[in-house]
């Protein structure tokens, strides 16, 4: 009889205790064993917290699964699909071709994918914390925080530096605070200029106490142990966004230089594309763990949604679990192939452990509860135990016994020394850059708008001079000419923005002709507006009340059902060159022109068409509070003739529309001629 083939996907607690159970359990002439995870590596992910904290180093975290698994085939390729109805999966090979693999039995054990995208500007501005480079990158951005403050004089920057934000009160989040805590301060007899005062973490959680999983005297046990180690923390406060410079909640602000997300994953792109029952994305099974429906194809872990039969709720997604659920599905395969009945998944839960800061934990195991020193020993003896090699349990052994003495290891590695092309989100009000920084970025502008403001010796406190909207770009005059910024760039609605690096920047727009031609255009656009060099013109355009230029919106306001055919009719019925679109009659929602309307006829847009689908949608639009020299700087940047006038940039309401010939009209009635030349005369009527 041939070997039978069986694929386990994933390579985290589940994956490799099933896999370990397997080659226990078969001789490898019954049965060829292949486990595919993209990491060459078993990450021992409860322990990434003391690597943060350089409590551990980041070798001391993870096991290679060739030596943990011997007699197993570990393959790095990435698994892009399961064919369930005909047992086999497709992968990416090592030449980025897509490949095929029969199998007998799949075992799905790939977990879950972090998705920091649940809170806005989370995924831009925060640190996840669920592989060792997360790990990595997190560390090394702490220490370089520490760096510069030590030689920032300036003492609320400073502060800035060694504010570090956890969002997320579960065990990831109490531990990685803890951490993060005891590895500043515990290090700060080695910088000459931070103080104790100068540091701040704060823990900020959506229920009203930490744990959930643990009893109620542990939480407050943690919660109290963790404040008087200096932790502030946030119980009952939601996140709702996030920006370069903090957290926002529901009513406050919580400014961090350093925000580190423990909430939020999304299901694996595996799971996903898979035929099969799911409850909130979590494959749904069968009590033995077999996929509903399916005779070879099981799911544990994080990925499966599995109910315990000791006591009926669903299984939590932790690794005490996926670990106990791998042991328990590779039995039920190997019955499977003797023809024996398999059996549910039980399980009663041993303990929970969780690492506070400052050498104390809380425990909670075989009926016992322990806190402080002892309940931190008992943990670490746990997590070491479990520790899947002698040779890794002496060496994190001596390591964690080595801190005891020894002070934490401070050096910081760089991790990010290559410039990417990344995104940012920030709120109203922030600075996105300052004026008289070195030029360090090239931002184009996804969603939202902000507003140039400069400063000068008449106005010291600085003046906004133009804003800027979707698809406009800022910050490329300052990097070609090498010189410091020459004005500051704020937010003035939610902002979402791509930043490329310097060197990217430079790049790209050598090689790229379209970029490189509209940058030219831009810097001749910005740098010759009339008022640069008519003091009177700018005097004037700071004078005028952009009051006085509004005129009510053309009629009739546009809906973004209304179809093609429909605002066809609109514009023969109507003189206006253009119509504003909302959806309830007050909102700004989007902008038609007439020039918008052939162009769709042109390009074939069929008669029932939506308007939302071929209209100008959230335009450029003015503030009733703006100034003439801000709608002037609009006109020229963005080239149009008209501009709707908003009541306010949240709310949108529609309150009319400002032309730029009456604007032109105006100056040209209060500024005096150039010398030499004379106002042509009126001809006669």
Not at 245 to 258: I, M, S, Y
Not at 449 to 463: H, M
Not at 494 to 513: C, D, H, Q, W, Y
Not at 530 to 549: G, H, I, S, Y
Request: net charge neutral; hydrophobic share 40%; charged share 25%.
């Amino acid at each position: 009889m041939p070997a039978k083939r069986i694929v386990i996907i994933g390579g985290g607690f589940g994956g490799v205790k099933c896999a370990q159970t397997l080659r226990g359990q078969l001789r490898p002439g019954d049965a060829e064993l292949i486990l595919f995870n993209k990491e060459n590596h078993l990450v021992f992910s409860p322990l990434l917290a003391d690597a943060v904290g350089s409590s551990l180093s980041l070798d001391d975290v993870i096991v290679p699964l060739r030596q943990l698994l011997p007699g197993v085939q570990c393959r790095t390729e990435e698994v892009k699909g399961v064919d369930l109805a005909g047992s086999r999966i497709e992968y990416e090979s090592h030449d980025g071709q897509p490949r095929h693999l029969d199998y007998d039995h799949v075992i799905l054990a790939c977990g879950n994918i972090s998705n920091l995208n649940v809170v806005p500007g989370m995924a831009d501005h925060a640190f996840p914390l669920k592989t060792v480079g997360d790990a990595a990158v997190l560390r090394t951005h702490v220490l370089s925080a520490m760096e510069k403050a030590e030689v920032c004089d300036d003492p609320e920057k400073r502060r800035w530096y060694l504010s570090f934000v956890v969002v997320g009160g579960g065990y990831s989040g109490v531990e990685t605070a803890g951490e993060i805590n005891d590895l500043v301060r515990s290090s700060l007899r080695f910088y000459s200029n931070i103080r104790d005062e100068d540091v701040s973490v704060t823990l900020i959680h959506s229920r009203d106490q930490l744990l959930p999983e643990i009893s109620p005297q542990l939480r407050e046990f943690a919660r109290k142990k963790m404040e008087m180690a200096g932790v502030t923390m946030k119980l009952n406060a939601r996140v709702m966004l996030a920006t370069g410079e903090g957290v926002g909640l529901k009513d406050d602000f919580v400014r961090g230089g350093t925000i580190v997300c423990t909430i939020g994953s999304t299901t694996s792109p595996v799971v996903d594309r898979l035929d099969t029952p799911k409850e909130k994305g979590r494959i749904l099974t069968d009590p033995d763990m077999r996929l509903r429906g399916r005779a070879n194809a099981w799911a544990i872990g994080d990925c499966a949604s599995i109910r315990n039969a000791h006591d009926g709720q669903p299984s939590p997604p932790t690794g005490q679990f996926a670990e106990r659920q791998g042991r328990q599905v590779a039995n039920n395969v190997v019955r499977t192939l003797a023809g024996e009945p398999t059996r549910p998944f039980s399980f009663k839960v041993l303990g929970q452990l969780c690492s506070i800061g400052g050498h104390s934990a809380v425990a909670e195991m075989f009926g016992f509860k322990l806190s402080g020193f002892i309940a931190w020993f008992v943990w670490r003896g746990v997590y070491l135990f479990k520790l899947p090699s002698l040779s890794r349990r002496m060496q994190v052994g001596f390591d964690w016994a080595w801190l005891l003495i020894f002070p934490r290891d401070l050096s910081c590695i760089k991790t990010d020394v290559t410039e990417r092309i990344s995104h940012a989100h920030y709120e109203p009000g922030d600075y996105i850059i300052k004026q008289g920084e070195p030029p360090s970025g090239f931002y184009v502008i996804e969603q939202g708008e902000v507003e140039i403001v400069r400063s000068s010796p008449e106005k010291p406190g600085g003046e906004v001079i133009a804003a800027l909207g979707p698809g406009n770009f800022f910050g490329e005059q300052a990097l070609l000419s090498n010189r410091p910024r020459g004005a500051s760039v704020r937010a003035r609605t939610p902002v979402e923005v791509v930043v490329m690096g310097r060197n990217v920047f430079t790049t790209i727009s050598k090689s790229l002709a379209p970029l490189r031609n509209a940058l030219t255009a831009a810097i001749t656009r910005r740098s010759s507006a009339a008022w640069q060099e008519r003091p009177a013109v700018l005097a004037a355009l700071r004078e005028f009340k952009l009051a006085d230029f509004i005129e009510p919106a053309p009629a009739p306001l546009l809906r973004p059902t209304d179809s093609l055919y429909e605002v066809t009719h609109q514009f023969a019925r109507n003189p206006s060159d253009f119509f504003f679109v909302s959806p309830d009659g007050a909102r700004l929602d989007g902008m038609i022109t007439l020039t918008d309307l052939l162009r769709a006829q042109s390009n074939g847009v069929k008669p029932e068409t939506p308007l939302a689908d071929f209209m100008k949608k959230d335009p450029a639009s003015l503030a009733v509070t703006d100034t003439a020299l801000i709608a002037a700087s609009a006109f020229r940047e963005h080239g149009f003739k008209t501009l709707p006038v908003v009541a306010d940039k949240t709310g949108r309401r529609i309150v009319g529309v400002v032309r730029v010939r009456k604007l032109i009209a105006k100056v040209l009635e209060v500024v005096p001629p150039p010398t030499g030349l004379t106002v042509p005369p009126v001809p006669p009527a």
